[in-house]
């Protein structure tokens, strides 16, 4: 993987900061819903079917949603390095 070409992105996404998490009581490894601050003091819920949504860490993450409707999760670390607030 080393020697793989690199990409910057170039998307322009909406995002949320995740700050809970909904799990699926026969599985608490699975998250079913996330909870997101979009920064208006108005917390909401964000459904994802995205396989790295059901798996993912969650809380602290980024809920994200692409101008053609997909939903995903990034890790807030990723997020923060790859995409910058824009107005």
Not at 4 to 12: D, V
């Amino acid at each position: 993987m080393a020697d793989w070409p690199k990409y910057a992105s170039h998307k322009i996404v909406q995002a949320a900061k995740v700050v809970d998490v909904v799990r699926d009581g026969g599985n608490p490894e699975i998250i079913l819903k996330l909870i997101v601050d979009p920064g208006d003091g108005q917390l909401e819920e964000f459904e994802c079917t995205h396989l790295s949504m059901t798996m993912a860490g969650g809380i602290g993450g980024w809920a994200m949603l692409y101008p053609d409707g997909f939903k995903s999760f990034s890790p807030s670390k990723q997020f923060e390095e790859s995409y910058a607030r824009i107005p």
